[in-house]
């Protein structure tokens, strides 16, 4: 009994309080797509799995919304690439010759191509007058996939870096018939700004460790944050320093937990350089940066700065609709429409900010705002009493066979 009185009031507990987060969007001036940057703090309630967040209207019905990553092209614009030509050879080669006016550089092109379940290999070729080749990538794959919603479909050409005023994309068709490429490009963010975002929550102390020759700066924040790159403002001249971020790390050593340094990022500061870093996959709560001195002396440290990338969300708003954004982590993963209906070519889309944003608790239940039947205190009281009947009636059950058998 005293187990199930423990399971009891556990759960009565677990179902009487809940947290969340919310806040309000900021009136809009027109109908349409609007974007809603994230904020670090919104990242950090919502523990970096987005599926937990909603935005409401006044009716209280969600409305639809698509993330917006950096790395994403969804809302970039299609820039096509002029096709000087396209030279067929049967039963051997596809060559298709484009002029890169603009001579920027690029690591890929994208092939507009109408759909085909095939698999071919191609050569890629640059060139500075269109008469002398140089190779640039050579017997690559070129898979294709189709697209359920058109008639084509759209592939990328990765490839090194290169400003070559013209590129021939050599296809090969001795083992399959030639496919149609319909046209070559580049996306292009046009619309969202990619500066990173400061994130102002760690506290940071500064600790000079003589005896191992390193300085260590102390970062503490309340809750866990997403970091992609550290910037330092060094006042010093002449330095060149090794650098650790260290975070501490638990594991089981003989039924004993053990605490332990892990090196989770390195790298080097020196006065030619910016000393700006990029770091992959940190969040951290704290952590530290360790900078070994050797004989020299502490470096004069003016600022470290931490970043993340932008990430947005993008809806379609009405004008001078009360609009609430909730962060709960109780909420499933959504499944909205808008993603297969936002155009790329949707530019200079205006930001509207959250504001407000706070942690809130759901109101505690109360036992006495209903009838004691429909309490969870008398459903489980039913369990456990029904429990008990049927082990009693069990063990008297058996009691009799018992008696049958010695008769």
């Known amino acids: 009994m005293k187990k199930y009185s423990f399971l009891l009031f556990f759960l009565i507990g677990i179902t009487c309080f ?4 919310k806040g309000v969007l900021e009136p809009t001036k027109k109908d349409g797509f609007h974007k809603i940057m994230l904020t670090s703090d919104m990242r950090a309630a919502s523990k970096n799995n987005f599926h937990f967040i909603r935005i409401k209207d006044s009716s209280n019905q969600e409305v639809p919304y698509v993330l917006k990553y950096q790395s994403d092209r969804l809302f970039a614009s299609f820039l096509p690439i002029p096709i ?27 092939l507009q191509i109408t759909n085909a379940a095939i698999s071919k290999r191609y050569n890629l070729l ?20 189709n697209s359920t919603y058109t008639s084509s479909t759209e592939t990328v050409i990765n490839f090194p870096i290169n400003a070559y005023k013209f590129l021939k994309i050599e296809i090969s068709d ?9 046209g070559v490009g580049v996306y292009e963010n046009n ?39 550290i910037s330092f403002d060094v006042k010093s001249a002449f330095f060149l320093r090794n650098v650790k971020i260290i975070a501490k ?67 379609n708003l009405k004008k001078n609709e009360k609009y609430q954004f909730e962060i709960d982590t109780t909420f499933l993963e959504p499944s909205y429409d808008l993603g297969n209906f936002v155009s790329d070519n949707i530019l200079n889309i205006e ?3 959250v504001i407000d944003f706070l942690k809130v608790k759901t109101k505690k239940i109360s036992i006495q705002d209903k009838p004691f039947w429909q309490t969870p205190v008398f459903m489980w009281i039913c ?4 429990g008990l009947f049927i082990v009693y009636f069990a063990l008297d059950l058996l009691k009799d066979v018992k008696r049958q058998e010695k008769k």
Do not use: M
């Open 174 to 182: 001795k083992n399959s018939l030639p496919i149609n490429v319909l």
């Open 191 to 229: 619309f969202f700004s990619e500066e990173p975002i400061a994130i102002s929550n760690y506290n940071q102390e500064i600790i000079q460790i003589k005896d191992k020759k390193v300085t260590q700066i102390k970062f503490a924040a309340t809750n866990y944050h997403e970091i992609n790159s």
């Open 126 to 145: 640059g060139s500075d007058d269109s008469v002398l080749w140089f190779g640039i990538t050579l017997n690559k794959i070129l898979n294709l996939t």
């Open 18 to 21: 809940g947290q969340n987060y």
């Open 351 to 353: 930001e509207v900010l």
């Open 249 to 315: 790390r638990t594991h089981k050593i003989k039924k004993r937990d053990e605490v332990y340094d892990e090196v989770i990022s390195s790298f080097e500061l020196s006065s030619k350089n910016e000393n700006i870093f990029t770091l992959n996959n940190v969040y951290e709560k704290e952590f530290i940066v360790e900078i070994d001195n050797q004989d020299n002396p502490a470096l004069e440290i003016t600022a470290i700065k931490l970043f993340q990338q932008p990430i947005y969300l993008i809806s």
């Open 383 to 386: 369990i456990i009493f029904v």
């Open 84 to 110: 000087l030509s396209t030279t067929r050879i049967k039963d051997s080669v596809t060559a298709i010759l484009i002029e890169n006016k603009t001579l920027k550089n690029h690591t890929n092109l994208i």
